[in-house]
């Protein structure tokens, strides 16, 4: 296993942001950042690495659970990234008072 990775996810009302950081020793390192745009059609996840942007055209519906965007932007992940690097996948809950 290589350095472990951390993947925090932020997702919002009109967007979801997400890191991707490696952990070296004791410090996390960001080594890529994305976002999905909820008001651009068709519906795309940016990802950057320094100086490289990629658009991945996603074919999730959106819905106001978010499930199926959640889905497909971690298939993406997994499709680019070994599993067993990952030491945390998180999801920033803001909203939702007493229900969370």
Same mark, same amino acid.
């Given at each position: 296993?290589?350095?472990?990775?951390?993947?925090? !996810?932020?997702?919002?009302?009109?967007?979801?942001?997400?890191?991707? !950081?490696? =952990?070296?020793? &004791?410090? /996390?390192?960001?080594?890529?950042?994305?976002?999905?745009? !909820?008001?651009?059609? /068709?519906?795309?996840?940016?990802?950057?690495?320094?100086?490289?942007? =990629?658009? =991945?055209?996603?074919?999730?519906?959106?819905?106001?659970?978010?499930?199926?965007?959640?889905?497909? &932007?971690?298939?993406?992940?997994?499709?680019?990234?070994?599993?067993?690097?990952?030491?945390?996948?998180?999801?920033? =809950?803001?909203?939702?008072?007493?229900?969370?």
């Amino acid at each position: 296993m290589s350095e472990p990775l951390l993947l925090p !996810f932020n997702p919002g009302s009109s967007t979801i942001k997400c890191g991707l !950081f490696r =952990v070296t020793g &004791t410090s /996390p390192i960001r080594i890529g950042s994305g976002s999905i745009d !909820f008001r651009s059609a /068709p519906l795309s996840m940016h990802i950057s690495n320094g100086g490289e942007a =990629v658009r =991945v055209p996603l074919r999730a519906t959106l819905t106001d659970d978010l499930h199926a965007v959640i889905d497909e &932007t971690l298939d993406w992940f997994k499709d680019h990234f070994s599993l067993n690097d990952f030491a945390l996948v998180g999801h920033r =809950v803001v909203h939702g008072g007493d229900r969370f």
